[in-house]
């Protein structure tokens, strides 16, 4: 039988690692967690965002600083991700 975690378990365990963020709306960020509380607000270094511009191109923007993301705008954590260059979407339509 698997042993059980739970969620902020395996949020502790990804500190100090890459972390992919996917946020509310369409936004998506990178960077290395530091830390984080039990409302998932989460602390990040190096961080990337991912968001879409008005015609709906992917840009970019490197994050200079140590940032804070509210928890209540965070829907998914993919600990170890590389981000949407890694997603298997980006991937099939790059062979496709």
């Known amino acids: 039988m698997a042993s059980k975690i ?7 365990k990804a500190i100090g690692s890459k972390i992919w963020i996917l946020m509310r709306g369409q936004t998506e960020i990178v960077g290395t967690l530091r830390g984080f509380d039990d409302y998932v607000n989460l602390v ?38 590389e981000g949407p260059e890694d997603s298997m979407a980006v991937n099939f339509n790059a062979q496709g």
């Open 44 to 81: 990040l270094d190096d961080a990337v965002e991912y968001s879409p511009d008005v015609h709906g191109e992917i840009c970019k923007t490197e994050l200079e600083s140590e940032i804070l993301l509210n928890g209540n705008h965070v829907t998914i954590l993919i600990p170890g991700g």
């Open 6 to 12: 739970l969620p902020l378990e395996l949020i502790d």
